[in-house]
């Protein structure tokens, strides 16, 4: 089926072929693209067991936290910290860090959407936008790496954290220095 505006030209059947063929390439390109992609998750799966179960495991059971590799490459395994507030206790989170004097770790984004020519109203203080009736989005969260860091400086300083809250996950990797 052909779907032809009002006054376009009737196209040749070698265009119409060369169509086809293009758009069975993308098809196949897009294929392709999927494959790849879910081989790489597969992959990255692969790395992070290896990387943060198997191998670190492994040298801790023999009492290792370094080995030198024979090809001159140096193995480390390391403390890792991770955190992560869920959607759903973002409120809950907040409150925490509010209350135990971590309030700065919360970033406060005031989202604004502005037409052409509006670049002086952008400008205006947020006290001023419900004067102005401007929509607004108001989003606050905590940066990832914010977080991260906070966890691990309050977990090594010995301070108690609600790590279930915080979406705390503390574990070890592995690292591998190459030799040049």
Known sequence: MI????DA???KNEDLHGIAELAERQVQAQEIVADLENT???EKERLRKIQEEELPETMLSLGLKSFTLSDGNKLDVKTFYRGNI?????EEA???LRDH????LIKNDVICSYGKGEDHDALVLMGKLEEMNVDYENRKHVHASTLKAFVREQIEMGKELPLDLLGVHIGQRSEIRRQK
């Open 101 to 104: 004097d971590h309030a700065d």
């Open 3 to 6: 779907d032809l505006e009002k």
């Open 86 to 90: 869920s959607k759903n206790r973002t």
């Open 40 to 42: 790489l998750a597969l």
């Open 94 to 96: 907040h409150n925490w």
């Open 9 to 11: 030209a009737v196209p």
